[in-house]
């Protein structure tokens, strides 16, 4: 496991993401200051109670004086407010990073407050969500055996990334390198797609009359399929605006699936319905067996 330190972290956003970030940093003894930023000051005060962070900034400025790393956790249509806040206040040698679950959007956002700091700036998404929010839900050992997907640009700073992947490996996650329009086009149809499949089905039913006697009677298969309809709907609606294009493009795809499936069903193609669940069944076998 790499052992390099971090002096100084400031981290915006101290929820799920960034406050499991700062603890599993501070697990290994890998980090020597945390200073944490965000919108609530009871979730920060709890940050603080809980040793997440060593020290509550006000303002931009003052939370990243002197940090040689400042991770950006907040809901993406979020960060180009921050990135413009802080952009005046970095010290040549800090790396930015952030975890947003989109990328082409965050990048334009940070090229148009960074300036000449661009070049320090390392998209990151750790691929590590869950439907909890806020410091409690933090963990430090959320990241052990998770992606975490740089998708830095050519002109970055080669020692900024070397940074920003050695402290994620430290958090005990695997770094893997993607271009950022190929990440959002991969986590449109894994992870956007799904989310937005699983609040718009709760949704409907919640809208039905009878509503509460089909979630009483809803059962295991349900609870799983919609567990992340319990997620942050702010930040997934930032997600959904963010990566619109090619998340509309996969809605597309999926509406035509459920269209062939639906034909087959009610031309009561047996032999069509079960091919169609056997080819998945045997896709999603593989995927489980090469994730362990």
Request: aromatic share 6%; net charge neutral.
């Amino acid at each position: 496991m790499p052992t390099s330190r971090v002096g100084r972290l400031a981290v915006f956003g101290v929820g799920l993401i960034g406050g499991s970030f700062a603890a599993a940093l501070k697990a290994v003894h890998a980090v020597g200051h945390v200073t944490g930023v965000g919108r609530g000051r009871a979730n920060l005060e709890r940050a603080l109670a809980l040793g997440v962070v060593d020290e509550i900034a006000t303002d931009a400025r003052s939370a990243v004086q002197g940090a040689d790393l400042v991770l950006v956790a907040v809901p993406v249509q979020q960060t180009a407010r921050v990135f413009a806040a802080i952009a005046p206040h970095l010290s040549a040698h800090a790396v930015l990073t952030d975890a947003g679950s989109t990328k082409q959007d965050v990048i334009a956002a940070a090229r148009a407050a960074l300036g000449p700091r661009m070049r320090r700036f390392v998209p990151a998404h750790p691929i590590a969500g869950a439907e909890l929010t806020g410091v409690d839900a933090a963990k430090a050992s959320l990241y052990h055996g998770r992606s975490v997907v740089i998708t830095a640009l050519l002109d970055t700073d080669a020692d900024a990334i070397g940074t920003v992947e050695s402290a994620w490996q430290v958090c005990g996650a695997r770094t893997v390198r993607m271009t950022p329009e190929r990440h959002d086009a991969v986590f449109a149809a894994v992870s956007h797609l799904p989310h937005a499949l699983a609040f718009a089905l709760v949704h409907m039913i919640a809208a039905r009359p009878g509503a509460d006697e089909l979630f009483a009677q809803a059962g295991a298969g349900f609870r799983d399929f919609t567990r992340i309809a319990s997620s942050s709907p702010e930040m997934w609606r930032d997600i959904c605006i963010g990566n619109r294009g090619a998340l509309l493009a996969e809605m597309d795809a999926y509406a035509q699936a459920l269209g062939t499936l639906r034909a087959l069903i009610a031309a009561e193609d047996a032999d069509g319905i079960e091919g169609v669940f056997a080819a998945a069944r045997a896709a999603r076998n593989r995927w489980l067996d090469n994730a362990r």
